[in-house]
């Protein structure tokens, strides 16, 4: 489901970014990389379903995001085709790594303008599927993509080489939670080797070797199922709470600059105010 991939998404970037307690601390990051990433990652989580039209992806910036949508679909061979790969993977990681090299020289400083727009869609994915949009209308969907890409552009830490690690992280968590349910993928896309006709018959191995020449490891069994519901409880719950620790140590370090900055404000427009009576 759209929900549980964003949220294993999150969770998974939790674990390797930060490096506290319950983490793995694989690629360390500051809080600004954890939170950022981890809003990110929950959006990398879903672009894998960005091969289908009427997908959460496809509807969560339109028209724009539908156009690309209907051009994955048709370069991938339809849903849980190409982009459930090996090869759909490293297309994905690719396009992070040359966003990332998108820079602007400006007069407030070098913007990594690729980033933040790569970034601004991986967000606004994110919060479509977690149903923080309205189901009908579309302005909300932008205006909150545009705000987030100036924000992630201006305030996200200067290297954006953890955006490809955010991809990679994304798109592997969405093949995983795909393989473990019924459906499973074809991980070696565009080569489909489908079983002979005397194994589909035989028990397990037709459940792991699909038919269609998909790969499984039904340990959720269908999408959407209740084994899925429990598992992804504690996942949301560890995502959750590990984009908070962030945020709070973000707010820590940058609180007392920011109600300094208010209080000169307010003093100086005090000063005015009274200067001129």
Not at 35 to 48: E, F, Q
Not at 102 to 113: A, F, H, K, R
Not at 197 to 208: A, E, G, T
Request: aromatic content about 10%.
């Amino acid at each position: 489901m759209g929900g549980h991939h964003a949220a294993s998404g999150a969770a998974a970037w939790v674990a390797i970014a930060s490096t506290g307690p319950y983490t793995l601390g694989w690629y360390p990051l500051d809080a600004t990389g954890i939170l950022i990433g981890g809003m990110a990652t929950a959006g990398t989580a879903l672009v894998c379903d960005w091969d289908h039209r009427h997908s959460t992806v496809a509807n969560s910036l339109p028209p724009l995001s539908n156009v690309i949508a209907v051009g994955i679909e048709n370069a991938s061979g339809g849903h849980r085709q190409g982009t459930h790969s090996v090869l759909g993977a490293a297309f994905f990681v690719l396009l992070a790594t040359l966003a990332g090299q998108i820079q602007l020289e400006t007069d407030w400083g070098l913007l990594s303008v690729g980033a933040g727009l790569l970034c601004m869609f991986m967000i606004n994915i994110a919060a479509k599927a977690l149903k923080l949009f309205p189901k009908a209308g579309f302005i909300s969907n932008w205006l909150f993509a545009l705000t987030m890409a100036g924000l992630v552009t201006w305030f996200a830490p200067d290297q954006w080489t953890w955006l490809p690690v955010s991809m990679l992280t994304g798109v592997v968590v969405h093949i995983v939670g795909d393989m473990i349910t019924t459906g499973g993928v074809p991980l070696l896309w565009p080569i489909v080797i489908k079983p002979p006709r005397f194994l589909r018959k035989l028990p397990v191995l037709n459940d792991v070797w699909r038919a269609n020449g998909a790969f499984s490891l039904p340990l959720l069994g269908r999408a959407g199922s209740k084994r899925e519901w429990l598992v992804l409880i504690p996942v949301s719950a560890y995502a959750m709470v590990g984009m908070c620790v962030a945020a709070w140590g973000l707010a820590k370090v940058h609180f007392p600059a920011a109600l300094a900055l208010g209080s000169t404000l307010v003093n100086s427009l005090f000063g005015r105010l009274f200067g001129n009576t």
